[in-house]
């Protein structure tokens, strides 16, 4: 039997068994950002513990940082005071950070692939769940906490138990306006928000293979919304074409180097998986969550449920009533962002909607690209132009109302349609806040509508 | 090295409901500081506004350090202030159906243990605890039960997590420090650092 890619990075990374029978992992790159770090640098002085190599941990902020006024010091002091204390972490220990003067500033699980830091065959870790992302190219990536941060710093390393893997193999041809979002959502839907438990999920089939890095990022992103705390792609010459000339990716001759081991890091065409599951692209269409988990989604066409466990609490949560259709359902905002869906790729997409079109009167629209890079990219195209055109908010780079932690927020219960990856209860600022997730182009879609619609029959006229 | 914990004693508190995650057990604006202090005083804070009755409201559980919880508990983000939270304001222990990976492990780093039981037993120790709240809960790591009142369950803990809570290994950084030429073999063995 061959191996998984998570078996040879496992094995390639491990330092030792644990007395506790757990396995030691060397952490091969460390990100880091604002909100769950300060302790981590506290615990260290507390104990009189340094950096073991500061040259691989990086640095940005994403989190707390307004997307309209920068202006230091920012108008919130409690962000002031958690974006102060990563600059005098950094600086205090070397390690290297991208703030808000750099133009390498972004969303964490942005940047990494963007800068060519993420790698396949690499470990990563970071404070944040969605570090599952960077297994887009085939890297294993752990989210983890702030006494794990704490630890990496430290040690470089972690404590894991063994993950199974289980293999989910898309196949065949997405349909126009179904996109990598929708494919995840579906993913989520069948398996549930804790059928990954334990596991790390391997994507791969056609429908995977076909998508660009971006559109893999978008679906490994949202591993951990299925419970898989890690998720990757085999890395291939998708992979490898992306990666070529990226400021952190080997140059030259070594490229060409770097590129038969990335290789043979990929599973083994006859690997051993702890689990198979198919779905065929053609039965994905553009989804929508009606509810309070990544799990709660229904395809545009269908209705929403009026059964089930947990139905009532969401749909009373939600103001929505079960056997309604999903489309037609009226928003107050839209948000096109997050490391879910903020790339270039993504605005793009989002962009092709807009187009000569109005947002609905009654609709505050934002767009947020994930890094000033692409926030760069975009106004090169004239995205920007477009969108502003449009009748939506262009904003600096950062996380902004994915988790609301900037000024960035809902009011009241006004409804949301993101391109995010929570749409748990009071996840966009306002406790009594309702989100309802769904790709770029349908959260451009809706925008204009006022309401759910189809992107597809959009589609059609542009 | 960390505090061995072998037993845990105390009331228990009913938290009901599946899928409950850390952005309802500590909300991020919450996350808005550079310390863990204080996190105590808001956990759970939106769920309480939204339902006076809620069981971290409810006096009759306030001296509760056994949470009773369903499925895929702690899901979501990984910001380990939702068991810090927890901790802080006073848990010690969460028993239920299954947790989510990312918060186990959190909790584990704090000390704070968790531990499965099937759906049935959740259900009849809640039912007991809101019978009776002040009913003493002995959760026994070494012996892998659980008492409360005429009621014993067995637990479900991985080894690894016992061992680590039995040994007072749970704050990890020491024993991952302890052989760290390895460490540093690794390091000089991986190809992306060692050069291409
Ligand atoms: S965009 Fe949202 S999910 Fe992604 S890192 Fe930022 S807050 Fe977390």
């Known amino acids: ?462 | 090295m960390s505090s061995q914990i072998d037993r845990i004693d105390g009331p228990g508190m009913p938290l009901r409901g599946d899928n409950i995650d850390t952005d309802r057990i500590i909300p991020a604006r919450f996350l808005k500081a550079i310390t863990f202090d204080g996190l105590g005083d808001h956990v759970f804070e939106d769920d309480r506004a939204a339902m006076p009755d809620h069981p971290f409201s409810n006096p009759a559980y306030g001296q509760a350090k056994v949470l009773l919880v369903n499925e895929n508990f702690g899901s979501g983000s990984s910001r380990e202030h939702a068991p810090q939270a927890l901790k802080r304001w006073g848990i010690e222990a969460c028993v239920g159906e299954s947790f989510s990976e990312i918060f186990r492990g959190n909790s584990l780093a704090i000390g704070l243990a968790c531990v499965t039981v099937s759906r049935e037993q959740v259900e009849q120790l809640m039912a007991l605890v809101e019978a009776a709240p002040d009913t003493p809960l002995a959760l026994s790591l070494r012996e892998r039960s659980l008492t409360a009142g005429d009621l014993r369950v067995e637990i479900d803990v991985d080894e690894p997590v016992r061992d680590a809570l039995l040994n007072g290994t749970w704050d990890a950084t020491g024993m991952l420090l302890d052989d760290f030429d390895v460490v540093r073999g690794v390091a000089e063995r991986v190809p992306y650092i060692r050069g291409f």
């Open chain 1, 1 to 462: 039997m061959g191996k998984t890619l998570l078996r040879k990075v496992w094995d390639q990374h491990t330092v030792r068994k644990l007395p506790t029978g757990q396995t030691q992992l060397f952490i091969g790159l460390h990100l880091i950002h604002e909100v769950t770090t300060p302790q981590a640098f506290d615990m260290l002085r507390v104990r009189g513990i340094g950096v073991a190599f500061p040259d691989r941990t990086f640095a940005t902020t994403d989190h707390i940082i307004p997307t309209l006024d920068q202006s230091r010091p920012f108008a919130d002091p409690l962000a002031e005071a958690m974006l102060a204390a990563l600059e005098s972490n950094c600086a205090e220990y070397g390690i290297p950070f991208w703030n808000l003067d750099s133009d390498r500033q972004g969303i964490v699980h942005v940047i990494g692939p963007e800068l060519g830091l993420t790698q396949p065959g690499m470990t990563i870790a970071c404070g944040d769940s969605h570090t599952s992302t960077h297994g887009a190219l085939g890297a294993v990536a752990f989210g983890i906490g702030t006494s794990q941060v704490r630890d990496v710093l430290a040690s470089q390393s972690l404590a894991f138990d063994p993950l199974k893997v289980r293999r989910i193999t898309v196949d065949g041809q997405l349909a126009d306006g179904v996109f990598a979002k929708d494919v995840i959502l579906e993913i989520i839907a069948r398996l549930g928000v804790k059928g990954g438990v334990g596991h790390a999920y391997e994507y791969g089939g056609s429908a995977i293979e076909a998508m660009s890095i971006d559109e893999r990022l978008t679906v490994c992103n949202m591993s951990i919304e299925g419970g898989a705390r890690v998720g990757y792609v085999n890395p291939d010459q998708t992979t490898f074409d992306y990666l070529r000339g990226r400021p952190f990716a080997p140059q030259g001759e070594a490229f060409d180097r770097a590129v038969s081991w990335w290789r043979s890091t990929a599973s083994d065409p006859n690997a051993d998986y702890d689990d198979v599951v198919e779905i065929p692209a053609s039965e994905i269409e553009p989804r929508v969550t009606w509810g309070i988990n990544p799990g709660q989604s229904v395809g545009v066409s269908d209705t929403i449920p009026a059964t089930g466990a947990g139905v009532d609490e969401a749909l009373a949560f939600m103001g929505l009533s079960g056997g309604a259709p999903i489309r037609g359902t009226k928003i107050d905002v839209a948000f096109v962002g997050s490391c879910t869906n903020s790339r270039l790729s993504d605005l793009r997409e989002a962009a092709r909607i807009a187009k000569g079109q109005r947002v609905a009167s009654h609709v505050k629209a934002l767009v947020v690209p994930g890094s000033q890079a692409v926030l760069a990219a975009a106004e090169r195209e004239g995205l920007d132009q477009v969108f502003r055109d449009a009748g939506f908010e262009w904003r600096g780079a950062g996380c902004s109302m994915c988790l609301a932690m900037n000024p960035d927020r809902l009011d009241g219960e006004q409804v949301s349609a993101s391109s995010s990856n929570r749409n748990f209860k009071g996840r966009q600022g306002s406790p009594t806040g309702r989100t309802l997730l769904m790709s770029p182009a349908m959260v451009a879609a809706a925008a204009l509508a006022g309401e759910v619609v189809d992107v597809r029959t959009v589609m059609s006229h542009v």
